[in-house]
């Protein structure tokens, strides 16, 4: 049976890079009977988040992707978070270090920094020397009896090379002596993405990896796992990386990358699901705009192309126009109760304008930029969002930083927000008034507002950032 997964971290945002992935995982499950699989991969402990793993679960459900065997379905393949099988990396770091295919290594910090200088003043690629490999059994003994921490590495070959072949790609190899001996268990007991992929797909029993082309130089590390386990590897497969517009991979800074986003912004689900399937993959009737099932009908790993999709947000909304026209006007108002005009959200922005309203003919002139995509500046707007003493540059530098600490939280409320702004003011020793005004201006498009925090909590953490990036893009182009 076929047997496929996607493996999200719960770091940050549900990223379409996700979505992307998933789609085509679970098309060819469907297509092939097969069984597809979440994993939750939260073995970075310090940056992965419950909520964030829900936001990623609820995003994708969203989307209409639906698998079979989960954290939250369960299936007999569990736990399926990598954080709760500890034990089973343990048991299996223990097989390698009995047959001879990892070792301990007990480098220190300070010496793997030092080799990593070293290494670029000699203009040499970076990777661990191979320094613990060798060392006896005695002083093994003497550094496990004075308890030095250690790392479990992986005893790669120093010649040959290691070959695989790829679905889409033929036969990848790589020379033995460009791969670095990777670290497989942590110092802490926990396994690194290596060791615990490997393991998972294994005793999951997956039968294809269809993940994203940039895992391809983690591969041969996985194969040489495969043989150092005596298991028969899956068939490999590396879609195309989504791209930006200059090719480079989509990022946030150029591309609108979180699922939240979409849904905020009024996409359909069968729209974005639909041109997701355009990135790399053609119908054989050469059609742009097609479902799900129509996908499972036709598709074909013959129809990828490698080229490198370009993700063209204007590309997106034609095609999610095109199903917002297909909509009766019934159907239309129900998408729009569905999140933008929901008695939720109206009530929620009635609570911030009731008092500064006189007739309810007024109630749009108070509150058009709760429900606008991007605004625009007009000049009064500008010079209020410049306070007295600071240049453009610093305003444009100062919300720049403050889109990465909004990008750290789980979600913008009044609370957090205004714990992140007194913060970020402390850090840059600027008056609270400095930054307040700008990030007013740069969110609603206008100084005289309702309560700042209030209404970012209301606007939500996806229109505040994109916003927020919308106007550092403006005042980029006044720095010219």
Request: with cysteine; aromatic share 8%; proline share 5%.
């Amino acid at each position: 049976m076929v047997r496929v997964r996607i493996g999200p971290s719960p770091t940050g945002d549900p990223h379409v890079g996700t979505a992307y992935i998933a789609l085509f995982n679970m098309i060819y499950a469907r297509q092939h009977g097969g069984q597809f699989v979440l994993r939750i991969e939260d073995t970075d402990q310090t940056r992965s988040r419950p909520e964030w793993e829900g936001m990623i679960m609820s995003a994708l459900k969203w989307l209409g992707i639906q698998w079979d065997e989960g954290p939250d379905v369960g299936g007999p393949h569990g736990p399926y978070r990598q954080s709760e099988r500890g034990p089973i990396y343990r048991e299996h770091a223990e097989i390698l270090l009995s047959n001879g295919r990892a070792y301990r290594c007990f480098c220190t910090s300070d010496r793997l920094d030092q080799l990593r200088k070293q290494q670029r003043q000699r203009n040499v690629a970076s990777g661990y020397d191979g320094h613990c490999r060798h060392l006896t059994d005695e002083e093994i003994a003497q550094h496990i009896q004075a308890e030095t921490p250690f790392v479990l590495r992986l005893k790669v070959p120093n010649e040959g090379v290691t070959k695989f072949v790829d679905r889409l790609r033929g036969e990848v190899s790589f020379d033995n002596g460009q791969i670095d001996d990777q670290v497989l268990l942590k110092s802490d007991g926990m396994p690194t993405y290596h060791l615990a992929n490997v393991v998972d797909d294994h005793l999951m029993e997956i039968t294809h990896v269809m993940r994203a082309e940039e895992w391809i130089t983690s591969t041969p590390k996985h194969i040489l796992l495969y043989e150092a386990f005596g298991w028969e590897p899956p068939v490999w497969i590396h879609m195309p990386l989504l791209r930006n517009a200059d090719k480079s991979k989509i990022s946030k800074r150029k591309n609108p990358v979180s699922l939240n986003y979409y849904k905020d912004a009024g996409f359909l689900p069968p729209a974005i699901l639909n041109y997701l399937a355009m990135m790399g993959w053609t119908m054989p009737d050469g059609r742009e705009k097609f479902l799900v099932d129509d996908m499972v009908a036709n598709f074909s790993f013959d129809r990828i192309s490698l080229g490198g999709p370009v993700f063209d947000i204007a590309k997106l909304s034609w095609l999610n126009g095109l199903y917002l026209r297909e909509c009766t006007p019934e159907q239309m108002v129900e998408h729009l109760r569905g999140h933008l005009f929901s008695d939720a959200r109206l009530v929620e922005v009635a609570k911030l304008v009731q008092e500064r309203v006189d007739k309810l003919e007024d109630f749009m002139e108070h509150t058009a930029f709760f429900f606008n995509g991007d605004v625009r500046y007009d000049d009064d707007a500008l010079h209020a969002m410049q306070p007295k003493g600071r240049t453009v540059k610093e305003i444009r530098e100062v919300l720049e930083g403050l889109c990465e600490r909004i990008d750290m939280l789980a979600e913008v409320n009044r609370t957090n927000i205004e714990q992140e702004l007194r913060a970020y003011c402390e850090s840059l020793g600027w008056k609270t008034k400095e930054l307040f005004m700008p990030v007013r201006v740069a969110v609603t498009g206008s100084k005289a507002t309702p309560p700042l925090f209030e209404s970012m909590e209301v606007l939500g953490k996806e229109r505040c950032r994109r916003r927020l990036r919308g106007a550092v893009a403006v005042l980029r182009n006044l720095e010219s």
